[in-house]
């Protein structure tokens, strides 16, 4: 008997890799340490999730600024959101082009027992994280500094069993969890649900998100 399985309700999440991110994450990482240094004068004012000791949040709207490393990034990364998109969106065979972008962008540096906690972007369509640093994770922690996405089918009344407590992928029902490198790029909708696992390094975990949401130029 041939019985064809198949993922009912996929969600779409991509990643990919930044070809040379050397000299990029180094001229990010000198321009968000600076930007960290001015304390209130660029923290986010008014931080919906609660920000622990260990971590700073800047203020949203890091793509804006001209600096050639941040636009450098900008591009990259609408291109590779623009890749991602014509892949899944059959209404965008080319891409984003037409269609008007509309984004907020800031950064995390988390430090020794920094800790983000779960949280998701209702107001946007698409999200993305991406690793200038991974702060040099001291070995021997489970989970160190990981970005998390819970199973959303968890929040319904799942009941498991023997028959299916312990699936194949893509139907697991653990968490995705993931340990970034410099240079990756992860892309996901912004309605998943996601936290960032406890740190500790002898550095500075370094991050820039973006929430994005568009309209057609026409």
Known sequence: MTVNVFPAFAVP???THHPEPAALNAALMQLILMLEAQGAG????????HQPDGLFESEFDFFSREEPCVQALRGWVWGALGEF?????PDLAEGIRGLRIASQTWFHVTREGGYFGYNNHPM??????????????TP?????GCLVFPHPQMAASTFLDPSNGRLNWPFTHGNFVLTLKPGQ????????????TPFRGAAQRTTVAFNAWFSRMD
């Open 13 to 15: 999440m991509a990643e």
């Open 42 to 49: 660029y923290r986010n004012p008014d931080p919906v999730v």
């Open 85 to 89: 998109l014509r892949s899944i969106n």
């Open 124 to 137: 946007a369509s698409w999200s993305g994280v991406y690793c200038v640093s991974d702060g040099e994770p």
């Open 140 to 144: 021997g922690y489970s989970n160190n």
């Open 185 to 196: 790029l992860v892309l996901f909708p912004s309605w998943l649900g996601h936290y960032v």
